[in-house]
């Protein structure tokens, strides 16, 4: 049987944890269920099964836990596979104005038909992320194009998995990142923000740089 005093010390450590806990909880995100941020990521055809699996985690993952850490904002996810034209759109040319101005397109008749089949109501914070298994051109150890998205801010894009920031980076250009606030990091070795271009020497920090963050917060912001 317990003593007085380990009950009152098991109680005091009890308590402890508990406001720990309560210490730590994040602030509820906030959320807009009439003008959402939604994301729409559709996998395209070309992505073999063996590594669709680990697309969320490995790139997905990443870029929606920093982009809600920054704005306060939920950011909802919908993950979309082998419906054509969608699916299966061309992207692979060396136009890259002709691409993305095709997907553009394509994005918005994606936003409608899922408007108009009643599943999601078209938003102004809706994106469309395509995501391919190759670059749009060239190749990743000589140069070209791994991703492109249509404005910044903007509301389409298409990203390559050939690099891992690649889905960060071009949905950060449709939240208005900004390649020259991008920054190089070491946290043991050099590695790179969303925003900065990619160098195969350097790792991915897989967040936003500070001046990247700022300009992400306000601009959501802005929106509300």
């Not at 992320?129 to 051109?137: S, V």
Request: proline share 5%; aromatic share 12%; hydrophobic share 35%.
């Amino acid at each position: 049987m317990q003593n007085p005093l380990m009950k009152f010390m098991t109680f005091i450590a009890a308590l402890l944890l508990s406001l720990n806990i309560h210490a730590n909880d994040s602030p509820p995100l906030k959320d807009d269920h009439l003008d959402p941020i939604r994301i729409y990521f559709i996998f395209h055809d070309d992505i073999p099964k063996s590594k669709r699996d680990s697309i969320h985690g490995d790139y997905i993952h990443p870029f929606i836990e920093e982009f809600q850490s920054i704005t306060g904002r939920k950011a909802h996810v919908v993950f979309d596979e082998h419906i054509a034209p969608y699916s299966n759109f061309k992207y692979r040319s060396s136009d890259r104005e002709k691409v993305i101005k095709e997907w553009r397109e394509l994005a918005w008749q994606y936003r409608k038909k899922r408007n108009d089949d009643k599943e999601f109501r078209i938003s102004r914070n809706d994106r469309v992320l395509l995501i391919t298994n190759d670059m749009i051109n060239g190749h990743p150890l000589f140069g070209g194009v791994g991703g492109i998205a249509d404005a910044q801010p903007g509301r389409a894009a298409i990203a390559s998995l050939d690099f891992k920031q690649g889905v960060g980076h071009e949905l950060g250009h449709t939240f208005n990142g900004d390649h020259e606030d991008g920054e190089v990091l070491y946290n043991g070795w050099w590695c790179e923000t969303f925003m900065l271009p990619p160098l195969q020497l350097r790792s991915n920090c897989m967040v936003f740089s500070d001046a990247n963050r700022k300009r992400i917060k306000d601009y959501v912001d802005s929106l509300y």
